[in-house]
Nanobody, 117 residues
Framework: VQLQAFGGGLVQTGGSLRLSCAAS????????TGWYRQAPGRQRELVAT????????NYADSVKGRFTISRDNAKNTVYLQMNGLKPEDTAVYYC???????????WGQGTLVTVSS
């Protein structure tokens, strides 16, 4: 399984970005997936997750009401729509996939989001 993240960039405070993460392999549709982020000098933190069928979503308190996670199992892709961006959202964003049979998570390479004040 390989994950490829896209969509990062530089945006002003209050702006929007949409991240995408495309997965290879056949287990995407049966796996929980989501996004983490890591800001400079800080630990990686969970941003949002979505269940395999897209029914259950979870968000970090810091992004609730601003970010929306979604997935398209036909395209093996998970998205993160980020609105109302703040400088504190600046980080490298990583997508991940958690297989239902256990074992290690799969990770994408990360995409940098920079929010200027």
């Amino acid at each position: 399984v390989q994950l490829q993240a896209f969509g990062g960039g530089l945006v002003q405070t209050g702006g929007s970005l949409r991240l995408s993460c495309a997965a290879s392999g056949v287990i995407f549709s049966i796996s929980t997936t989501g996004w983490y982020r890591q800001a400079p000098g800080r630990q990686r933190e969970l941003v949002a997750t979505i269940s395999s069928g897209g029914i259950r979503e979870n968000y970090a308190d810091s992004v609730k009401g601003r970010f929306t996670i979604s997935r398209d199992n036909a395209k093996n892709t998970v998205y993160l729509q980020m609105n109302g961006l703040k400088p504190e959202d600046t980080a490298v964003y990583y997508c991940y996939l958690r297989p239902p049979y256990g074992g290690d998570d799969y990770w994408g390479q990360g995409t940098l989001v920079t929010v200027s004040s």
